[in-house]
């Protein structure tokens, strides 16, 4: 007996361990602090920033370093002409950023020193468990190596980017017939719809298909496709147009005409 209340009360305290230690853990975990992301100039140059913090992905409060902005205005003032236009569109950025409610973005004034940009960026992420948002491939190597977190636009232009395009060929199953007289649907593996030219009649079958065209919009992505192997006639070949007629046309004869004497 003495033996079962003992394993009663070590299970009740097993428990009761457990549920402090979640208890301890819950107000971290579920804390409204946000993380600082710093962002270095190859980012503030890409136009694609911008249309990502307005869809309101971006929940990290931004934090533009002094010494960036600095580097953005020598990019600015300098004789090459695209690097002048990326960098003042660099700097407009940072005004439009300072304008989206999903976040804040600060301007830091770090030290104007002679320190590069790139370490700047390494050791105030560092220093504060940040991220760096960039499209440097080579700085964030190097953060890697220092594990700090990036944040890449390349990276998720590549994840968003259509699984095929226009030319390519797949296996795909038409499952329903489209809208359209004489079109199947399909669907690839993330989900996108295929409409099929002639496929109404291929329904339950797996066909192999070229893409013609992407539709892409903000309901979703619509894919075009064709039967691989068949080749689409253009409705002018069938008639010829009147011009066409003409030319192959027989011209007239000529009027035999007398001449009379005088």
Not at 175 to 186: D, F, H, R
Not at 241 to 254: C, H, L, V
């Amino acid at each position: 007996m003495e033996l079962f209340i003992l394993i009663i009360t070590l299970l009740i305290l097993a428990e009761t361990t457990v549920l402090t230690v979640k208890n301890i853990k819950t107000p971290f975990v579920g804390s409204n602090q946000k993380r600082k992301v710093y962002v270095d100039t190859s980012a503030l140059m890409d136009p694609r920033l911008l249309a990502v913090a307005q869809t309101g992905f971006i929940a990290d409060d931004l934090i533009v370093p002094r010494s960036v902005i600095q580097e953005l205005q020598l990019l600015a003032d300098g004789k090459d002409h695209d690097k002048r236009l990326r960098a003042r569109a660099g700097l407009d950025a940072v005004r439009e950023l300072e304008r989206v409610l999903y976040f804040d973005t600060t301007i830091l004034g770090d030290q104007l020193d002679r320190t590069p940009v790139d370490n700047r960026l390494l050791e105030l992420a560092k220093q504060n468990h940040g991220a760096i948002l960039t499209n440097d491939f080579n700085l964030e190597k190097v953060a890697a190596t220092e594990h700090i977190d990036t944040l890449n636009l390349n990276a998720l232009a590549l994840v968003l980017r259509n699984e095929y395009l226009p030319g390519e060929h797949a296996k795909v199953k038409v499952v329903a017939a489209g809208s359209n007289e004489g079109q199947g649907v399909a669907y690839l593996n993330d989900g996108t719809m295929v409409v099929i030219d002639r496929a109404n009649k291929k329904i339950g079958e797996e066909v192999e298909v070229e893409f013609i065209r992407v539709n892409q919009t903000a309901a979703g992505t619509m894919m075009f496709a064709k039967l691989a192997g068949i080749k689409t006639t253009s409705k002018n070949t069938t008639k010829p147009t009147s011009t066409q007629t003409k030319k192959s046309a027989k011209p007239p004869k000529p009027i035999k005409t007398r001449h009379l004497q005088k």
